[in-house]
């Protein structure tokens, strides 16, 4: 099981950061994303890191955002900064159901757990 957190209402420009927080699972083995959905919009891709810390971004939150995970506590972080308008969506954290894997996935149908996202306000 995935459960995010820590979204909100921000105004341009602030930080904030999200978290989610995984459940029966080797955590540390397996590869874990980022997307987002805006209204009326499609979930796309924001970032993943692999099991080797490894991680890759989309080109809108290049350079702003950066994911994160601490394996003794089974989270996965999502430090936003230099937030704008356009970043305004339900943030969903995934998990891939494979092990060790180096793949970059960002594609919404390559993983297989979902949490249930959080919302994300970024006023102007």
């Known amino acids: 099981q995935l459960q995010a957190s820590g979204g909100g209402l921000v105004q341009a420009g602030d930080s904030l950061k999200l978290s989610c927080a995984a459940s029966?699972?080797?955590?540390?083995?397996?590869?874990y994303g980022w997307f987002r959905q805006a209204p009326g919009r499609e979930r796309e891709f924001v970032a993943t890191?692999?099991?080797?810390?490894?991680?890759t971004y989309a080109d809108s939150v290049k350079g702003r955002f950066t994911i994160s995970r601490d394996n003794a506590k089974n989270t996965l972080y999502l430090q936003m900064n230099s937030l704008k308008p356009e970043d305004t969506a339900i943030y969903y954290c995934?998990?891939?159901?494979?092990?060790?894997?180096?793949?970059?996935?960002?594609?919404?149908?390559?993983?297989?757990?979902w949490g249930q996202g959080t919302q994300v306000t970024v006023s102007s």
């Open positions: 995934a998990a891939k159901g494979q092990r060790y894997s180096s793949t970059p996935y960002t594609e919404v149908s390559q993983y297989d757990y």
């Open positions: 029966g699972r080797t955590f540390n083995s397996y590869t």
């Open positions: 890191i692999r099991w080797s810390g490894g991680s």
